[in-house]
């Protein structure tokens, strides 16, 4: 596996959606900002997997090798937790704005 190719899928996303999602998070549209922010993740899962894939065929390796399925499948989880993430922050941002919205005394 290749490492430094791992550490970009792990923070390459998280980089690009960041501005997306907290534009979309300041201006109330936290719906938006999700699936934004999980459309830039999965994109980059298939970027990266396709590279992962092209590799193995410029190596002459068999494409069903069971090392290119696992190094495949762990940028699919590592996309998977990203999003898992992004929706943890969003539920966080909309409970602090429901928050906002009611009366202190009734917190």
């Known amino acids: 596996m290749n490492w430094s190719r791992f550490a970009a899928a ?7 959606a960041t501005p997306i999602v907290a534009f979309c998070f300041r201006t109330g549209r936290l719906l938006a900002g999700v699936t934004l922010g999980s459309g830039v993740c999965f994109l980059t ?14 190596d002459r390796r068999p494409a ?16 998977m937790v990203q ?3 992004l929706y943890l922050v969003r539920d966080a941002v909309e409970k602090r704005a429901g928050d906002r ?5 009734w917190r």
Do not use: C, Q
């Open 10 to 16: 792990s923070i390459l996303p998280i980089v690009l």
């Open 45 to 58: 899962f298939v970027v990266f997997a396709a590279w992962e894939f092209g590799d193995a065929l410029g």
């Open 64 to 79: 069903t090798a069971p090392d290119l399925f696992t190094m495949i499948v762990v940028y699919g989880f590592v996309a």
């Open 83 to 85: 999003v898992m993430a």
């Open 101 to 105: 919205e009611r009366d202190p005394k």
